[in-house]
């Protein structure tokens, strides 16, 4: 039985909780969520209101690869995903985010080397929002290329007939570029939101 001297600190780790979990995280700082679907474990930060996985999903469906069939690779830097694909596999309560959610994120961040402030520290960014934006590199219909030096994740946003929106980073400049590029052509990362 606990004394109410070992009470009070228990009642007060119980209302620090509470008070996290109804007011949310402060921006920029990451916590982990699990996808139950496969027992995945993603980091997750919140920038401008919006919750993000500050990871590339990892989660297995069809047309989505490792790159170079490596597992090592989607461990690291998780999968590759044609559009469709992308559009089904973040887990439920989440979703691909679509060009406006990247361009409100852009804002957000701001300044003229928003993609560093973006990027992972071990791809040469400052990574200032936990982010953490890995060069995850892309699967063409002939193979997979850019692993280690570019970063190319899919939106919901199309953007003509069989194509979608996509933002990149690349090791030549500091921003986030935008795309429009097949939808089953090519495998890209992804990177969900909460709804």
Sequence with gaps: ??????????????????????????????????????????????????????????????NSWCYDNDNLNCEKYGRLYDWKAAKKACPSGWRLPSSQEYDSLVKRVGGSIFGKKLKSVAWGGSDDFGFSALPGGSRFSDGFLYIGSNGNWWTSTECGSGRASIRYMGPGYEDILEDCKDKSLFGFSVRCVQD
Excluded at 27 to 49: H, M
């Design 1 to 62: 039985m606990f004394s109410k001297k070992n009470r009070l600190p228990r009642v007060f780790i119980f209302l620090l909780v509470l008070c996290c979990s109804v007011f949310g995280q402060a921006e920029g700082e990451a916590y982990q969520i699990k996808d139950l679907r496969d027992n995945e474990q993603y980091r997750v930060v919140r920038i401008n209101n919006l919750t993000w996985m500050a990871e590339n999903l990892n989660y297995k469906v069809g």
